[in-house]
């Protein structure tokens, strides 16, 4: 029988909430397709880690995490530690020396789920997100002089390259080749951003060539901010740069219905390190403790931890159960505008895994 090594890495907030719930509903997938199993490993970095020993994470963190096959992850950052040195001390700091350089994001309206635009119903918004997800504007380069003067300078260097930018496109065309209407929008900036940007749009040009099949355009990020909200059937699959992506994703989560649906895969697309799975939201400091952070972002990214690692009938088993649950309005949890609490909707989807036949 396969045994697949996960990683587990709650981290702070709702993710120790989420992931608690996503680790039930594995469990009981192994135990409902009884052909694998899961031989997972829990790691207690976070913002607490940090209070207490100065490090969100050990030094060889990413080392220790090389040898599993996936990592299942929650969320960082807690209302007493800046944000920037908690994305930059775990979750950057696993993405970025694991290469993990595709972030995918899919996003769809979920059955029962009411997006926020006016008729618009499931099948008119269908989306994957691509996020280039190892340089530009988050490839950490820049920095501070003359701190606290009035004379104060800060540089944010975005990076680009042609290898990144390369190969980040050559996924995204893969990617909308594999979906049935092959239709890839590059979203750039090159109006206002002349070197980076502009090699950008070269690229995707140079590459779209190898996908004759493929039919692209390209948008400016502000009007692709237009065209998501008016025409969202017009859009399939879409890939960005790592900051545009991110606030672009933000967006395509709430008009699928909630942030705490989106889930998304951090992703070594030739398999040369683990990937990393995990929901989008944060870790929510308004709703910790409370017992009603939605977990279906976490459950989409699980099936998609399980879709990664080659068991597809378990993902798609898990699929299916989150979308029986989110079918019935009496499971939706308060960013969904109902009142159920994670326990009762992880039950559900337990309950769901458990009844099915095939
Ligand atoms: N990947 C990550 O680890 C990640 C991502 C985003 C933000 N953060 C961190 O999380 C902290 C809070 O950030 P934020 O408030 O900007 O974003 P957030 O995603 O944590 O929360 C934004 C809003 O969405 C709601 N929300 C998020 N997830 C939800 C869920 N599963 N169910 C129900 N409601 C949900 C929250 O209650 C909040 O009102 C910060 O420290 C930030 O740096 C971490």
Redesign the pocket.
């Known amino acids: 029988m396969k045994t697949y090594r996960i990683a587990s890495i709650p981290?702070d907030?709702?993710g120790i909430e989420?992931i608690a719930a996503g680790l039930r509903v594995l469990e009981a997938l192994v135990e409902r397709d009884g052909g694998f199993r899961l031989d997972v490993k829990t790691f207690d970095w976070g913002s607490e880690r940090y209070k207490r020993t100065g490090a969100l994470m050990p030094e060889d963190g990413a080392e220790q995490l090389r040898d599993f096959d996936a990592i299942f992850f929650g969320?960082?950052?807690?209302p007493d530690v800046p944000?920037h040195l908690?994305?930059w001390g775990l979750?950057l700091a696993i993405c970025q020396p694991l290469d993990q350089y595709a972030n995918v994001r899919p996003t769809r309206i979920l059955p029962g789920i009411e997006s926020p635009l006016r008729g618009v119903g499931p099948g008119e918004l269908d989306w994957v997100i691509v996020r280039e997800n190892s340089e530009g504007e988050y490839a950490g380069q820049g920095g501070r002089s003359h701190r606290g003067l009035p004379g104060e300078v800060a540089t944010e260097v975005s990076i680009f390259t042609r290898i990144g930018v390369e190969r980040i496109m050559r996924h995204a065309f893969v990617l909308a080749r594999s979906r049935p209407r092959k239709l890839l929008t590059v979203v750039t900036k090159s109006n206002a951003q002349r070197y980076g940007m502009v090699m950008w749009d070269e690229i995707a040009r140079e590459v779209s060539r190898d996908f004759p099949d493929v039919t692209w355009d390209k948008m400016l990020v502000d009007a692709m901010t237009v065209r998501m909200t008016l025409n969202p059937s017009s859009l399939d699959t879409i890939v960005a740069t790592n900051l545009h992506a991110d606030i672009l994703s933000d967006l395509a989560a709430a008009l699928a219905g909630?942030?705490?649906i989106a889930p998304t895969a951090n992703l070594n697309p030739e398999r040369r390190t683990p990937s990393m799975f995990?929901?989008?939201?944060?870790?929510?400091?308004?709703?910790t403790g409370k017992g009603i952070?939605?977990p279906v972002?976490t459950f989409w990214s699980a099936s998609m931890l399980l879709e990664h690692v080659g068991e597809r009938d378990a993902a798609r088993r898990l699929m299916d159960a989150i979308e029986k649950v989110t079918a019935d309005p009496d499971l939706h949890?308060p960013?969904l505008g109902g009142d159920a609490t994670t326990e009762r909707v992880t039950e559900a989807v337990i309950a769901a895994i458990r009844s099915r036949n095939d």
Request: glycine content about 16%; cysteine-free; overall charge negative.
């Open positions: 981290g907030g709702i989420v969320a960082v950052g807690a944000d908690t994305l979750r909630s942030i705490g995990e929901p989008i939201h944060g870790s929510a400091f308004d709703i952070a939605n972002a949890t960013d």
